[in-house]
T-cell receptor
Framework: AQKVTQAQTEISVVEKEDVTLDCVYE???????LFWYKQPPSGELVFLIR??????QNEISGRYSWNFQKSTSSFNFTITASQVVDSAVYFC??????????FGQGTRLTINP | EPEVTQTPSHQVTQMGQEVILRCVPI?????FYWYRQILGQKVEFLVS????????KSEIFDDQFSVERPDGSNFTLKIRSTKLEDSAMYFC????????????FGEGSRLTVL
């Protein structure tokens, strides 16, 4: 069965600090996709990144970067030079072939000015 | 850019009432989903729908829930007799191709059951 674990329930940092959100997943399939979503206080799910299981290249997008390691079944998300607008709940998710997403519990990130 | 739209954005209802949440998926999409998020908790899969029938449903999706695509554009979730514990944010999602991992979410409908 698929499972996504985000062990960090809440993280609080001061603006401009770097912060890493951890995500560990379990799946029996060799083909799967991993995602990160941001949920601001307004409630919508904002898509950040999708990664397929065959692409272990790390990705950087502005202040965001993702580290995918199949050997440890982890897909961690780092925000560099955090800003107050980054405050949100962040969800890691996994899908296998059926496109059904399994979400982690989420990490509430608070960036303090 | 095409998007998935959901109505209403917020609905308040009395326990025992029927509720219909509506979604308009992106026009050329073929696979449709409903997810639920109880306040402060994770997002959970409810049901997937393809070719006018349910393709998969979770344990949460019991007999009080139903989905349909009444007119080829809307995709609805009906809760027959709402309970307090149905209070949640309900997200609709759609995709054109299966196995791509590309899923588009609506902005959600917040349901409050009193």
């Amino acid at each position: 069965a698929q499972k996504v674990t985000q062990a960090q329930t809440e993280i609080s940092v001061v603006e401009k600090e770097d912060v890493t959100l951890d995500c560990v997943y379990e799946t029996r399939d060799t083909t799967y996709y991993l995602f990160w979503y941001k949920q601001p206080p307004s409630g919508e799910l904002v898509f950040l990144i999708r990664r397929n299981s065959f692409d272990e290249q790390n990705e950087i997008s502005g202040r965001y970067s993702w580290n995918f390691q199949k050997s440890t079944s982890s897909f961690n998300f780092t925000i560099t030079a955090s800003q107050v607008v980054d405050s949100a709940v962040y969800f890691c998710a996994l899908t296998e072939r059926a496109q059904k997403l399994v979400f982690g519990q989420g990490t509430r990130l608070t960036i303090n000015p | 850019e095409p998007e998935v739209t959901q109505t209403p954005s917020h609905q308040v209802t009395q326990m025992g009432q029927e509720v219909i949440l509506r979604c308009v998926p992106i026009s050329n999409h073929l696979y449709f989903y409903w997810y639920r998020q109880i306040l402060g908790q994770k997002v959970e899969f409810l049901v997937s729908f393809y070719n006018n029938e349910i393709s998969e449903k979770s344990e949460i999706f019991d007999d009080q829930f139903s989905v349909e695509r009444p007119d080829g554009s809307n995709f609805t979730l009906k809760i027959r007799s709402t309970k307090l514990e149905d209070s949640a944010m309900y997200f609709c999602a759609s995709t054109r191709l299966i196995n791509t991992g590309e899923l588009f979410f609506g902005e959600g409908s917040r349901l409050t059951v009193l």
